[in-house]
Every structure is written in C-alpha cells, then in structure tokens.
C-alpha cells in the first residue's frame, strides 16, 4: 500500500509541476507580448490557460481520490493538504498571467508610452524567479530554498509601489497617457499578486517537510529556540 | 465514529460561518468609512484581520486532523475538501477588505470628489450579499441558492467594467482626480475580486452536495441529460 501510495504521490507532483511549467510560459508570454509588442504570444496565453483549468481539475481529484483509497497521515497527509493549495495557487497565477494579457492587449492597441514600461520587465523577472524557485522547493523539499522565496516578497511589493507612483504621477501630468498608465498599474497589480502566491506555495513547502504553518507571521510570533 | 464525526463537522462548519461573519464585517466597515467618510470604521477592519488570520490557520489545522483521525471517505470527505477551499476563500475576502480599507483612508485625506462614488456602494451591496448568501448556501446545503449567487457575478463584472470607464473618463478631463479616481478602480477591483470569492465558495457548495466538479464551466461542457 506505501509502495503505491509513493507512485501515486509522484504522479500527482509531476501534475502540479506540469501546471507549474504552462503557468510559467502563460506569464513570460504575457510578458513577452507586452516587451515586444507583439500580439502572437497573448493567443498562446490563452490557449495554455485552458490547459491549467484542466489540471486544476484533475489535480483536485486525484487529492480527494488518494485520501479515500490511502487514508494517509502525517508527512503523506501534509503533502496532499499542501498539494490541494499549490493546485489553487497555480490555477490563480494563471489567471494573472490572463488579466496581464487582457491589459497588454490594450496597450497594443495605443502607441508606445515615452516613459515604456519602467520597472514592469523587473518585476516580471522576479515574480518568475519566485514561481520557479517556489516549485524547485516544493521538488526539492528544500526549506531554504523556500525561506529565500519569501523573503523576495517585500522586494515584489517595493517595485509594485514605485510603479505606481511613477504611473499616477504620469497620469497627472499628461491627461493623453491615462488609459495606457492604467493598463500598467493593471498589471504591476498582477505581477505583485503572482509573487503572492509564490509565497503561498514556499510556506506550504516549509509545511510539508517540518509541519509548521508559518502563515500570518505565526513563525515571528513563536519563542526563540534555545540556543 | 461516525457520531463523534458529525460532532467536529458541526464544530468546523461553526468556525467558517464565524471567519464568514467577520469578513462580512470587515467589508461593511470599509465600506463604512468610504461613503460616510468616517476613519474609526477602519480600525474595526484591521481588530478583526488578525482575527479572520487565527481561524485560518485554526481551520486548516482541524482538517488535517479530521483526514488523520477520521479517514472520512464520500460526502464527509468531500465536506472537508470544500472547508479547506472556503478556509482560503474567506481569508483572501478578508484580505481584500483590507485593502479596501487602505484605499479608503488615502481617499479620506483628501477632498471628496464631486462624482462621488459613481455605483461602487451599488457593487459593495451585491457582493456582501453573495458572500451572505453563499454562506447560507454551504450552512442549508442548498444549491439553489448556490446557482442564485453564481448568476450574480457577470452583473458585479459589469458594474466594475462601468466604473472602470467612467472613472478612466474622470482622470482624463480632470487631472486633479487622478489619484483619487485610481483609488476607486482599486476598490471596485477588490469588490470584484470579493464576487469572485463568494462564487468559489458557492461551487464549493455544489461539490459537496452533488459530488460535481462545476468550475471552469465544465457543467455546461457535460451533455444535457435525459428529458
């Protein structure tokens, strides 16, 4: 019965990593579309989305299905719970990587801003960065790796504040940028909230491998370990 | 065994509606404080985020030992998958309020604007009363009422969409708006995205009752049964 439970669990990672995988190109060809300014790669956005719908799908029926036949616990039953999140979290950054090409689409459609794009490309590059260390954490259950994704979160946050001062101090001084400097607020909005759930899935990461729930600042809270 | 189940099922449905009462009530807060424009409301909302965030965890913790202690399998099983899944819903509601709540106290440090709030308390109302009726729906099991909130969200998206538009006209005509115009889309964003959670919650329901997976659309994919 372990021995079949270990196929199983393995099944179900490369499910979540295959979702992991289409997510990853819906937003670097999101981003992609709105670097270049090029409308080819938003179709493929679309495209991979229904795929990671499909995904979302199936992966949460394997989780209920392996709990039923297995009745797993301890590490096995924390592997599942962290799997019916990640399954979630992957499903919503898809989603971003769909509101981000909506907005690219949109820009497509105007001229090319003075000022381009400022830091958006940056906080592309690390949002992705999150998400594929987030998933080389979960594969590895590597906590450091884990801890080190959460701790890039403020950075996300800070280069999401910057955006949007720059963006509304545009709009302020040139009536004629507003919808463009819009679709932009728009979409540093979504990198941000991609980096989010990078996050999410690091703290499931650390909660499969030593069952601590590090949600909400729960760690800080904790009393030091003796020294 | 199967009676003292029933007991933590009713245990755990009673901490979903009590994080379900407190987003309510952080929402009605916000919402408070930006149409009378009052800053105490904003306090409530930021006691009760901390409260929202014990139960989360809480509520993750008693699934997972409801699986291991339990080995639920059927409709009980299924009960706990959607808990797990309305555990996060709520807490993501609860995030959002908050974020309504920054928002408002930007917009109360600065004069009001002549267009008011264009139909943003009219989205503030729909979407606390899908998030009510959602929680009725998991409480009764009733898929009626489930089907009822679903149908609402399109009229939320196309509230959000005008208020989008005529809040993008504003800061074109007159750039002294900007920031509290952009303020709103933000708001109107999260009210939006509050639907959208009280729509997850309410295919939750469907799940649990019918054993049916709706998302994604996959109900209107199936073949029509039989007359």
Redesign the interface.
């Known amino acids: 019965m372990q021995r079949h439970f270990e196929v199983v669990e393995k099944e179900l990672m490369e499910r979540l990593l295959a979702m992991g995988g289409l997510t990853e190109r819906m937003i670097s060809s999101a981003v992609e579309a709105l670097v270049e300014r090029k409308t080819k790669p938003l179709e493929t956005v679309a495209a991979l989305e229904d795929e990671v719908?499909?995904l979302?799908?199936e992966v949460?029926?394997r989780?209920?299905k392996m709990?039923?036949l297995h009745?797993?616990?301890?590490t096995d039953?924390?592997f599942i719970?962290a799997a019916?999140?990640i399954n979630?979290d992957l499903e919503r950054i898809g989603d971003q990587a769909v509101n981000i090409s909506e907005n690219t689409a949109l820009l497509l459609d105007e001229p090319q801003l003075k000022k381009k794009l400022l830091d958006i490309p940056r906080m592309a590059a690390l949002a992705q960065r999150m998400l594929k260390d987030s998933l080389a954490a979960f594969v590895g259950k590597d906590v450091a790796l884990a801890r080190a994704v959460i701790a890039q979160d403020d950075a996300e946050d800070q280069l999401k504040s910057e955006a949007f001062h720059e963006l509304?101090q545009l709009?302020?001084?040139d009536?004629s940028t507003?919808?463009r400097a819009?679709c932009l607020?728009?979409i540093a909005?979504n990198l941000e909230r991609i980096a989010d759930h990078a996050t999410n899935i690091a703290e499931d990461v650390i909660f499969i491998v030593l069952g601590k729930?590090i949600?909400?600042g729960?760690e800080a809270r904790e009393p030091a370990p003796p020294a």
Not at 71 to 74: D, M, N
């Open positions: 719908n499909q979302h799908i949460d029926d989780c209920l709990i039923a009745q797993p616990t301890a039953l924390r719970m019916i999140k979630s509304q709009m302020q001084t009536s507003v919808q819009l607020i728009l909005r729930d949600r909400h729960a």
